[in-house]
C-alpha cells in the first residue's frame, strides 16, 4: 500500500490502473487491501481496464471496491450470444456473466465488456440480437 501511496504522490494523480484479470481470486486479500485504502483516506479511483474474472465477482467485492474508489471494470464476455458463447468452451458460465454485468449495473459502475467479433460462427443477426437488445 505504501507503494500506490507514492506513486499517487510522485505522479500526482488520483487514477490507478489495475492490471490483473485475477485480482479477485483471494476475497481476503481485496477486502484488506480495499480496507486499508480506505483506512489512510486515499483519494484515488482505480479500474481495471483488461478485465477481471466474472465467475467470481459478488456484490460484496464490488461495494467495498466502488467505496475504495473503483470506477470501470472491463470484462471478457467474449459472446452476447448464449449458444455461441457456450460452442467457444472457454469454460465459465454465461450465468454468471450476467450476475456480474447485473451486479455492476446495480451499483452503478462504468462496464467495458471485452469481446470478440470474429468467430466465424457469429452472424449480423446474432449480433443484433443480443448486443443491441
Known sequence: MDEIEFALKIFKTQNL???????????ERV???????????LKMRFRFGNGIRADILDEENVRIMKNA???????????ADPDLFLSINKGG?????????????????????????AYLVQREKSIKKHIFK
Open 17 to 27: 490502473e489495475v492490471s490483473d484479470d485475477n485480482f479477485l481470486l483471494d476475497k
Open 93 to 117: 458460465s454465461f450465468n454468471k456473466i450476467e450476475n456480474a454485468i447485473s451486479c455492476l449495473k446495480n451499483m452503478i459502475l462504468m462496464l467495458v465488456v471485452l469481446s470478440s467479433l
Open 69 to 79: 474508489g473503483l470506477y470501470e471494470v472491463g470484462m471478457g464476455v467474449e459472446s
Open 31 to 41: 477486502i484488506k487491501i480495499m480496507e486499508m485504502i480506505l483506512t489512510r483516506n
